[in-house]
Antibody
């Protein structure tokens, strides 16, 4: 059974930093691209970042470019999102997602599993 | 960025009703569209991918259609467990944008 478990969410002050983790099991983690998406309280879904199976290619949405960094440790089956210079508008539940593709540039992409999410609150 | 416009944003329906949700893309996305169901406090769940392919384990009352810029999600006979919010997502261009959501509530 595929499981994605996020952790690391917390209350942080504006300008602060936080690292989210997503622990994966039930599939061959090193063979799949992975993504982060967020959902502000009471709002819709916003794509944040993606990474290829080998970690060699990444993508960042404009609102987080230069502030967030996605990475993975395939030996630990774990995906990360390092967040810095946090702003109140970054407050959201952050979800990690599994891609059926290995590349982040893939025609016929399918994102088939989501974690339960971890809440990041940016406030003074 | 590709914009996805879902309609309606809110839908009130009864058990047994047939429900249709539309997702329009701001440019041609071929069949690179997925539909997700989200219940309160839960992660979204994949229902349909590649516009019309039912994800394994999803009831057959759900169906998807469309290509290019116009897509639909249909629920043939609404069940109590289907009351949720539904999102479409395009998967052809980054950022992988979502529609604004359709909340399906009990009439």
């Amino acid at each position: 059974e595929v499981q994605l478990v996020e952790s690391g969410g917390d209350l942080v002050q504006p300008g602060g930093s936080l690292r989210l983790s997503c622990s994966a099991s039930g599939f061959t983690f090193r063979s799949h691209a992975m993504h982060w998406v967020r959902q502000a309280p009471g709002k819709g879904l916003e794509y944040v970042s993606g990474i290829s199976s080998d970690g060699g290619s990444t993508y960042y949405a404009d609102p987080v470019k230069g502030r967030f960094s996605i990475s993975r440790d395939n030996s630990k089956n774990t995906l990360y999102l390092q967040m810095s210079s946090l702003r109140p508008e970054d407050t959201a539940v952050y979800y990690c997602m599994k891609d059926r593709c290995s590349s982040i540039n893939c025609y016929g992409r399918v994102i088939d599993y989501w974690g339960q999410g971890t809440l990041v609150t940016v406030s003074s | 960025d590709i914009q996805l416009t879902q309609s309606p944003s809110f839908l009130s329906a009864s058990v047994g009703d047939r429900v249709t949700i539309t997702c329009r893309a701001s440019q041609d996305i071929s069949s690179s569209l997925a539909w997700y169901q989200q219940k309160p406090g839960k992660a979204p769940k994949l229902l349909i991918y590649a516009a019309s392919t039912l994800q394994s384990g999803v009831p057959s009352r759900f169906s998807g259609s469309g290509s290019g810029t116009e897509f639909t999600l249909k629920i043939s006979s609404l069940q109590p467990e289907d009351f949720a919010t539904y999102y479409c997502q395009q998967l052809i261009n980054y950022p992988l944008t979502f529609g604004g959501g359709t909340k399906v509530e009990i009439k």
